[in-house]
Every structure is written in structure tokens, then in C-alpha cells.
T-cell receptor, first 111, second 114 residues
Framework: DQQVKQNSPSLSVQEGRISILNCDYTNSMFDYFLWYKKYPAEGPTFLISISSIKDKNEDGRFTVFLNKSAKHLSLHIVPSQPGDSAVYFCAAFKGGNQFYFGTGTSLTVIP | DTGVSQNPRHKITKRGQNVTFRCDPISEHNRLYWYRQTLGQGPEFLTYFQNEAQLEKSRLLSDRFSAERPKGSFSTLEIQRTEQGDSAMYLC????????????FGEGSWLTVV
């Protein structure tokens, strides 16, 4: 049962433009959400997170938006850079133990 | 660098052999997690420890898999009688229970069973 879903396996964006990566979840008990970035043959690297009491969190070029009523979050990267090309995973947490991950979106930023 | 450390980074083994992976978490992180990732999938939870206690195991963790964290510091994940379906990246992560709800991953250990 996939509680966190990333329905777009891949995304291509021109350098300098905005990248928008989407994530949906099914469990309304999730209260903390995270985005990780992963390069091939490496472990995921934490990028940015948001608590369910907020609807937006910004860190430099990265902004995460949370829409609790729609059970949807998105990661905006602006401006996109070639070094942003990687697989992005969203993850959700509801206290206790597990972090649940989506299947990832592969972002390609075209120079 | 005091991040999560995993070794070996790569392991090729013949079907039926046993393999062991080691994880050294970030110092003082009391929670340690093992995840598995295959191509095209996100990390899948296997098990986690709080200090030396193994608190939860996924049904993905068959009886051929065993994990330990004997002194509440480093952890080992052993796979006995490996099968080709065990080929994956095994990821270790850690977090501080009282800290932010964020887990930090190591670089992973690639297992190829031939």
C-alpha cells in the first residue's frame, strides 16, 4: 500500500526555469514531510522539510508547499540549475517510527 | 565528516552466500534505520533501532535477514543464503529522537547477487 505517491517518474526543465515536483499522500495522520535528493549510486540527501502546521517553507532556491486538504505537497526549484539533475523523493512521517517514501521523480535540467 | 558511514559500498556475491553490511550512524543519534532501494522504487523500510533495541521490523525482512545494534552505536545487517532478489541498495539512516523529524542517510551499500 503506497501511502506516498509521486506520479511523475521524470521531468525535464530548461536551466533557469522553475522545476515543480509533486507528491500526494493518503494518510491524514502524516504531520511532517520531507524532500530528499539522490544522485546515482549515492544515498539520499536531505533537502527541505515542512511541518503540517505550515503551508510553505523556503530555503534558498527551494520552496516546499503543503496543501493538507488536498493531501498534496510540491517542491519548487527556482532557478533550476544543471546540478539539480537528480532523483527527488518525497517522504512523510507521522510520529513513532517509519518514514514513508514515494517512488521518486527524476529531474533533468537542460543547459 | 561525521555523517552516516556504510561499508562495504559494493558487494558482489554468489547466490547462497551470506553477506554482512555495517552502518556507523551520526554520533549520538539514538535511532537507526535500515532501508532497501531497488531501481525505480523509493527507499523501503526494513527495520529500526532505538539505541540497542530493535523496535520494528517490516514484513520485507524475511527470516534470512537479521539486524543488530549491540551497543547502541554501529549496526550490522546480515543476509543469509542470498537470493538474486536480494540485489538492491541497502541504506542506513539515523536521527536524534529528540531532534528534528529528519533522517540522514549514508551512501548505501550495493549488493549484487549473481
Amino acid at each position: 500500500d503506497q501511502q506516498v505517491k509521486q506520479n511523475s517518474p521524470s521531468l525535464s526543465v530548461q536551466e533557469g526555469r522553475i522545476s515543480i515536483l509533486n507528491c500526494d499522500y493518503t494518510n491524514s495522520m502524516f504531520d511532517y514531510f520531507l524532500w530528499y535528493k539522490k544522485y546515482p549510486a549515492e544515498g539520499p540527501t536531505f533537502l527541505i522539510s515542512i511541518s503540517s502546521i505550515k503551508d510553505k517553507n523556503e530555503d534558498g532556491r527551494f520552496t516546499v508547499f503543503l496543501n493538507k486538504s488536498a493531501k498534496h505537497l510540491s517542491l519548487h526549484i527556482v532557478p533550476s540549475q544543471p546540478g539539480d539533475s537528480a532523483v527527488y523523493f518525497c517522504a512523510a512521517f507521522k510520529g513513532g517510527n517509519q518514514f514513508y517514501f514515494g517512488t521518486g521523480t527524476s529531474l533533468t535540467v537542460i543547459p | 565528516d561525521t555523517g552516516v558511514s556504510q561499508n562495504p559500498r559494493h558487494k558482489i556475491t554468489k547466490r547462497g552466500q551470506n553477506v554482512t553490511f555495517r552502518c556507523d550512524p551520526i554520533s549520538e543519534h539514538n535511532r537507526l534505520y535500515w532501508y532497501r532501494q531497488t531501481l525505480g522504487q523509493g527507499p523501503e523500510f526494513l527495520t529500526y533501532f532505538q539505541n540497542e533495541a530493535q523496535l520494528e521490523k517490516s514484513r520485507l525482512l524475511s527470516d534470512r535477514f537479521s539486524a543488530e545494534r549491540p551497543k547502541g552505536s554501529f549496526s550490522t545487517l546480515e543476509i543469509q543464503r542470498t537470493e538474486q532478489g536480494d540485489s538492491a541498495m541497502y541504506l542506513c539512516a539515523s536521527r536524534l529522537l529528540q531532534g528534528r523529524n529528519t533522517i540522514y542517510f549514508g551512501e548505501g551499500s550495493w549488493l549484487t547477487v549473481v
